[in-house]
């Protein structure tokens, strides 16, 4: 039982992180109809910048500068790039975003090179929070928690109670409605875009002493994020963060408990060819739930594609 | 342009293939033939066989992007489950099965296919950023799996066979790389024609309506989704041929031929080219190639340039390479192609100039940053200097500084010559 909580609280640590992008990559996805390939590489920006950041000044810095650095990147990129690429369509803008993510992968490795960078959590938050029966807590991903939760509340505040938020809504439906009201609808578009890399280079900063700074990290969170936001119904703002909860907790579910496919197929009656490695079943036997919990967000999304093509939440097949 | 309308009494006279309709074909045929004797090492022989391999995914790669307006991030999932297949057939002729080598493509071909039934049956409902996404999910799926099935992918060090097995094919038991070659071409051949041919075919044109309005499609009484299945499949048939011939080249396939990052050089390669036109993958492979060969010959941060060429044509030419020859077939229609040679000419030099020390300026960087302890001394064009001190930085970036200011200053010069040539009239001189 006790390990059952640990779990629930690490999903949710993976769960929220997960949301914290799939959040900035929603709002600028209903918004421009585009979806940011590259949002997973303002992620990993903002974890280097936090790391060069804190090998001068510590870690607290990092957390207010660099999402402020990722967001007027992203800004600059939308207004410099996304824009001039915006009148050929939807296909070429995925292409362009795509195109950037490698570019900022290469770039990385050009300044910090191919290795993990020792980007570490700040040592006052280096203590166990809790214990639940010998398993402890780490203090720093209580941390990230009310970070993440934090930051939902903050958006969840400006989007439905101020005037920006009003402003924003209605751009999101409206966007010549808006433009005819006297607003600059551009302008809308840059800063949304700009708070959303933000919110991703935030959630880089936070989660790059946990889960590593290095290269590979923009790739390797980029498709799980894609996934779950497919999942959820592109556009969805509850479907992101209900889908990236679920994906947080069964990740963190198959990776901590260790049902055997053997043990399965045993009990139901069948016994196990010896030896295994001439069997043509062979890999049905050592299958392993740890074994295969990468894979099962994308399990998960092809299953909610056959039979709810619009998403969780998705209103409509767009 | 001007073609005459064909009436109903002259239609039936024409004959079945144009002679300048096979023309290119019978042209391409012979420099396959004769490309061994020019570039006879064993190298060049490499290179050209990847080549083939890179031309015959990115064309099946632009059946979907640049014919049905499907952008996809998954497709080294058909080459590379066609190639497995092909590499344990393989290993079966080696056991004893029958099976000529040279029809092995096609049962790569059919995997792939198969595989795209199955996939396509529920990835082609939507185009656009759905498919796209879908496309990346299944891609980042079968690449997941390929550590989990072992007996299929081989786990992480993949699968390998032999290739000189099987019966040999009048005398040939393809164990040198120019049989090889030989095979690869005219599988090169076979499978162009055959895609080129499917483009023209009642489907192919139905699979451009589609893209281009699935609306306007569907009122016609076409559905959009079938469409796009079928333009989905024949795409797999055809990257699984590209993945049987990576297997009788490599001889070995793993994780590495399924994953993103294989669907997304595929993507660079073919927009590189150029989507627009049947020449531009061809185009883009060639061209893809011989940059990744030669520029990773001399510089570790060759991906680095390939990224900002990239990003660069998306930006400023979304028709390719192939889109940017296309631009030039008005002045040549109009007979001012003349026209264009001297500013081109004159952009030629600073532009050169810029490449290069903006290269220059990256490559001292990265020598700065990365080199080893102490490691100083740095080797550009031939010139042997300190990386660490000032005055190299300085002058290049003096040098990208003027070129730049050189490039901007004839910019409207050639922008004036360049509106003269793609105009009716005018000044004639």
């Given at each position: 039982m006790s390990l059952f909580i640990v779990n629930i609280l690490d999903g949710l640590v993976t769960g929220l992180l997960l949301f914290m992008l799939c959040s900035g990559l929603t709002l600028i996805f209903s918004m421009m109809g585009v979806l940011n390939f590259a949002h997973a590489s303002f992620y990993m920006l903002g974890a280097y910048f936090a790391y060069q950041i804190s090998l001068f000044s510590g870690f607290w810095l990092g957390l207010i500068v660099a999402p402020i650095a990722v967001g007027v990147i992203g800004a600059l990129i939308e207004r410099y790039g996304l824009r001039r690429v915006h009148k050929y369509g939807h296909v070429p803008e995925l292409i362009f975003t795509f195109g950037l993510a490698l570019l900022i992968e290469e770039a990385v490795q050009f300044f910090w090179g191919k290795s993990q960078q020792a980007y570490e959590a700040p040592e006052a938050l280096d203590f166990a929070a809790f214990q639940i029966a010998g398993n402890t807590f780490p203090a720093y991903k209580l941390f990230m928690i009310f970070v993440a939760m934090g930051l939902f509340l903050v958006l969840l505040y400006i989007l439905t109670k101020t005037r920006v938020g009003m402003t924003i809504q209605a751009a999101l439906s409206y966007p010549e409605t808006v433009q005819n009201l006297g607003h600059n609808v551009p302008m809308v578009f840059m800063g949304v875009f700009g708070v959303g890399t933000a919110m991703a280079g935030l959630a880089g900063v936070i989660a790059g002493p946990v889960l590593g700074t290095f290269p590979g990290m923009a790739f390797l969170l980029g498709s799980i994020v894609f996934v779950t936001i497919v999942i959820g119904g592109l556009g969805s703002l509850w479907g992101a963060l209900i889908a990236s909860l679920l994906i947080g907790w069964i990740q963190t579910f198959a990776a901590t408990y260790n049902v055997r496919m053997e043990d399965i197929l045993t009990s139901l009656g069948f016994t196990k060819p010896e030896p295994i490695w001439d069997s043509a079943w062979q890999d049905l036997w050592t299958l392993t739930l740890p074994q295969i919990g990468p894979i099962l967000p994308y399990l998960l999304m092809v299953i909610v594609l056959v039979v709810r093509p619009q998403g969780l939440f998705g209103k409509r097949e767009t | 342009m001007s073609t005459p309308a064909t009436t109903p009494l002259t239609a039936g006279t024409r004959r079945l293939i144009p002679l300048n309709h096979a023309l290119p074909w019978i042209i391409a045929a012979v420099c396959l033939f004769i490309l061994p004797y020019v570039f006879d090492s064993r190298s060049a022989l490499t290179i050209m066989n990847q080549m083939a391999i890179t031309i015959v995914f990115a064309l099946s790669y632009n059946m979907l992007l640049g014919q049905g307006g499907m952008l996809s991030f998954g497709h080294a999932v058909y080459m590379g489950l066609g190639g497995f297949f092909c590499m344990h057939l393989l290993n079966w002729v080696e056991a004893g099965l029958w099976l000529p080598l040279p029809l092995l493509p096609v049962f790569g071909g059919l995997f792939g296919l198969f595989f795209a039934f199955l996939i396509g049956?529920?990835?082609?409902?939507?185009?656009?950023t759905v498919f796209a996404m879908i496309s990346l999910g299944v891609g980042e799926l079968v690449a997941a799996c390929s550590v989990i099935i072992v007996i299929f992918f081989g786990g992480e060090e993949g699968i390998s066979g032999d290739r000189t097995m099987g019966p040999e094919v009048l005398g040939w038991d393809f164990g040198p790389q120019e049989q090889v070659y030989y095979l690869t071409a005219l599988w090169l051949l076979i499978a162009a024609l055959g895609m080129f041919l499917y483009s023209r075919t009642p489907i192919g044109r139905v699979a451009n309506a589609v893209r281009d309005n699935e609306e306007r499609a569907e009122f016609l009484g076409y559905s959009q989704r079938h469409v796009r299945w079928m333009s989905f499949m024949a795409s797999g048939f055809f990257a699984g041929i590209a993945g049987a011939l990576f297997a009788i080249n490599f001889e070995i396939l793993t994780e590495e031929n399924l994953n993103l990052t294989t669907s997304g050089s595929i993507l660079l390669v073919t927009f590189l080219g150029g989507?627009?036109?049947?020449v531009g993958p061809i185009i883009g492979a060639i061209v893809f190639t011989l940059l990744q060969t030669v520029l990773s010959l001399y510089t570790e941060i060759w991906a680095l340039y390939l990224g900002i060429l990239f990003v660069a044509t998306v930006m400023f030419f979304p028709g390719g390479l192939a889109g940017l020859l296309a631009m030039h077939v008005l002045p040549w229609k109009l007979g001012?192609?003349?026209?264009l040679v001297v500013p081109y000419a004159k952009m030629l030099i600073p532009a050169l100039a810029f490449v290069l020390s903006a290269a220059a300026v990256l490559e001292i960087l990265f020598h700065k940053r990365?080199?080893?302890?102490?490691?100083?001394e740095m080797n550009l064009y031939g010139i042997t200097f300190?990386?660490?001190?000032a005055m190299p930085l300085i002058t290049v970036l003096a040098i990208a500084a003027v070129s730049l200011f050189a490039i901007v200053k004839l910019a409207p010069g050639l922008k004036a010559a360049w509106d003269d040539a793609t105009h009716m009239g005018g000044h004639h001189g």
């Amino acid at each position: 039982m006790s390990l059952f909580i640990v779990n629930i609280l690490d999903g949710l640590v993976t769960g929220l992180l997960l949301f914290m992008l799939c959040s900035g990559l929603t709002l600028i996805f209903s918004m421009m109809g585009v979806l940011n390939f590259a949002h997973a590489s303002f992620y990993m920006l903002g974890a280097y910048f936090a790391y060069q950041i804190s090998l001068f000044s510590g870690f607290w810095l990092g957390l207010i500068v660099a999402p402020i650095a990722v967001g007027v990147i992203g800004a600059l990129i939308e207004r410099y790039g996304l824009r001039r690429v915006h009148k050929y369509g939807h296909v070429p803008e995925l292409i362009f975003t795509f195109g950037l993510a490698l570019l900022i992968e290469e770039a990385v490795q050009f300044f910090w090179g191919k290795s993990q960078q020792a980007y570490e959590a700040p040592e006052a938050l280096d203590f166990a929070a809790f214990q639940i029966a010998g398993n402890t807590f780490p203090a720093y991903k209580l941390f990230m928690i009310f970070v993440a939760m934090g930051l939902f509340l903050v958006l969840l505040y400006i989007l439905t109670k101020t005037r920006v938020g009003m402003t924003i809504q209605a751009a999101l439906s409206y966007p010549e409605t808006v433009q005819n009201l006297g607003h600059n609808v551009p302008m809308v578009f840059m800063g949304v875009f700009g708070v959303g890399t933000a919110m991703a280079g935030l959630a880089g900063v936070i989660a790059g002493p946990v889960l590593g700074t290095f290269p590979g990290m923009a790739f390797l969170l980029g498709s799980i994020v894609f996934v779950t936001i497919v999942i959820g119904g592109l556009g969805s703002l509850w479907g992101a963060l209900i889908a990236s909860l679920l994906i947080g907790w069964i990740q963190t579910f198959a990776a901590t408990y260790n049902v055997r496919m053997e043990d399965i197929l045993t009990s139901l009656g069948f016994t196990k060819p010896e030896p295994i490695w001439d069997s043509a079943w062979q890999d049905l036997w050592t299958l392993t739930l740890p074994q295969i919990g990468p894979i099962l967000p994308y399990l998960l999304m092809v299953i909610v594609l056959v039979v709810r093509p619009q998403g969780l939440f998705g209103k409509r097949e767009t | 342009m001007s073609t005459p309308a064909t009436t109903p009494l002259t239609a039936g006279t024409r004959r079945l293939i144009p002679l300048n309709h096979a023309l290119p074909w019978i042209i391409a045929a012979v420099c396959l033939f004769i490309l061994p004797y020019v570039f006879d090492s064993r190298s060049a022989l490499t290179i050209m066989n990847q080549m083939a391999i890179t031309i015959v995914f990115a064309l099946s790669y632009n059946m979907l992007l640049g014919q049905g307006g499907m952008l996809s991030f998954g497709h080294a999932v058909y080459m590379g489950l066609g190639g497995f297949f092909c590499m344990h057939l393989l290993n079966w002729v080696e056991a004893g099965l029958w099976l000529p080598l040279p029809l092995l493509p096609v049962f790569g071909g059919l995997f792939g296919l198969f595989f795209a039934f199955l996939i396509g049956s529920f990835s082609t409902r939507r185009a656009g950023t759905v498919f796209a996404m879908i496309s990346l999910g299944v891609g980042e799926l079968v690449a997941a799996c390929s550590v989990i099935i072992v007996i299929f992918f081989g786990g992480e060090e993949g699968i390998s066979g032999d290739r000189t097995m099987g019966p040999e094919v009048l005398g040939w038991d393809f164990g040198p790389q120019e049989q090889v070659y030989y095979l690869t071409a005219l599988w090169l051949l076979i499978a162009a024609l055959g895609m080129f041919l499917y483009s023209r075919t009642p489907i192919g044109r139905v699979a451009n309506a589609v893209r281009d309005n699935e609306e306007r499609a569907e009122f016609l009484g076409y559905s959009q989704r079938h469409v796009r299945w079928m333009s989905f499949m024949a795409s797999g048939f055809f990257a699984g041929i590209a993945g049987a011939l990576f297997a009788i080249n490599f001889e070995i396939l793993t994780e590495e031929n399924l994953n993103l990052t294989t669907s997304g050089s595929i993507l660079l390669v073919t927009f590189l080219g150029g989507v627009g036109f049947f020449v531009g993958p061809i185009i883009g492979a060639i061209v893809f190639t011989l940059l990744q060969t030669v520029l990773s010959l001399y510089t570790e941060i060759w991906a680095l340039y390939l990224g900002i060429l990239f990003v660069a044509t998306v930006m400023f030419f979304p028709g390719g390479l192939a889109g940017l020859l296309a631009m030039h077939v008005l002045p040549w229609k109009l007979g001012k192609i003349g026209h264009l040679v001297v500013p081109y000419a004159k952009m030629l030099i600073p532009a050169l100039a810029f490449v290069l020390s903006a290269a220059a300026v990256l490559e001292i960087l990265f020598h700065k940053r990365h080199a080893g302890l102490g490691d100083h001394e740095m080797n550009l064009y031939g010139i042997t200097f300190d990386s660490h001190g000032a005055m190299p930085l300085i002058t290049v970036l003096a040098i990208a500084a003027v070129s730049l200011f050189a490039i901007v200053k004839l910019a409207p010069g050639l922008k004036a010559a360049w509106d003269d040539a793609t105009h009716m009239g005018g000044h004639h001189g």
